[in-house]
Nanobody, 118 residues
């Protein structure tokens, strides 16, 4: 399984960006897809995840109401719409696809940089 992440960039505070992540390969065991991020000097943290077989989503408290995670299931693609961005959202964002039932099914995309200037 390969994850192709796109999007990211530099934006001013209050601006918006959209990230996408497409899973290719034998991904029938993937049940959860989403995004994590790591700010400089910080540990990687969850941003948002969703269950691919339903509409259940999970957001970090810091992004609730500003970020929206959605999916295009026919292509195992997820989108992270990020609105009202803040400087503290600056980080390297990583796409993730996994199965909560099998720890061997856990894939990461290449990081994509999001930088929010004040």
């Amino acid at each position: 399984v390969q994850l192709q992440a796109c999007g990211g960039g530099l934006v001013q505070s209050g601006g918006c960006l959209r990230l996408s992540c497409a899973a290719s390969g034998s991904n029938f065991r993937i049940n959860v897809m989403g995004w994590y991020r790591r700010a400089p000097g910080e540990q990687r943290e969850l941003v948002a995840t969703l269950i691919t077989s339903g509409d259940s989503t999970n957001y970090a408290d810091s992004v609730k109401g500003r970020f929206t995670l959605s999916r295009l299931n026919s292509q195992n693609t997820v989108y992270l719409q990020m609105n009202n961005l803040k400087p503290e959202d600056t980080a390297l964002y990583y796409c993730n696809a996994r199965s909560p039932h099998d720890s061997r099914v856990n894939y990461w995309g290449q990081g994509t940089q999001v930088t929010v200037s004040s």
